[in-house]
C-alpha cells in the first residue's frame, strides 16, 4: 500500500499563499485528493485531481483562491493555497485511492497531515 507524507504547512496571515506538497512512497496514477479538518469540525474535501492531472475538482469554498496539482515522475501532489482566509485554518490531509467516483468522500489511504494555521 503507497503511504503519503505531507509538508509545507505553517503560520501565515490572511490574505497570504501556502504551498503544500505530499509525497507518496511510490508511483500512483490513482485519484488523489486534499482533505482538511478544523477543530471540532468534521473533515471536509478540499479538491481532487485525476491520475494524469487533466481533471480536477474543487469545493466551492476554496474555487478561485486554491491549485491541485499533480508531478508523476516526482511521485508529488500538491495544494496552492492564495488568498487564506482564517477559516482555512485546519489540519490538511492528503489521500489516495478513492473508494468510489465521487472523489469527494472515501479513500483508502491517508497522510498524517499537515497543520495550517491562518491569522486574521
Not at 2 to 7: D, T
Not at 52 to 79: E, H, M, P, Q, W
Not at 89 to 117: E, I, K, L, N
Amino acid at each position: 500500500q503507497v503511504q503519503l507524507v505531507e509538508s509545507g504547512g505553517g503560520l501565515v496571515q490572511a490574505g497570504g499563499s501556502l504551498r503544500l506538497s505530499c509525497v507518496a512512497s511510490r508511483r500512483t496514477f490513482s485519484v488523489m485528493g486534499w482533505f482538511r479538518q478544523a477543530p471540532g469540525k468534521e473533515r471536509e474535501f478540499v479538491a481532487a485531481i485525476s491520475g494524469r492531472g487533466r481533471s480536477t475538482y474543487y469545493a466551492d469554498s476554496v474555487k478561485g483562491r486554491f491549485s491541485i496539482s499533480r508531478d508523476n515522475a516526482k511521485n508529488s501532489l500538491y495544494l496552492q493555497m492564495n488568498s487564506l482566509k482564517a477559516e482555512d485554518t485546519a489540519v490538511y490531509y492528503c489521500a489516495s485511492d478513492p473508494r468510489t467516483t465521487d472523489y469527494s468522500t472515501a479513500y483508502d489511504v491517508w497522510g498524517q497531515g499537515t497543520q495550517v494555521t491562518v491569522s486574521s
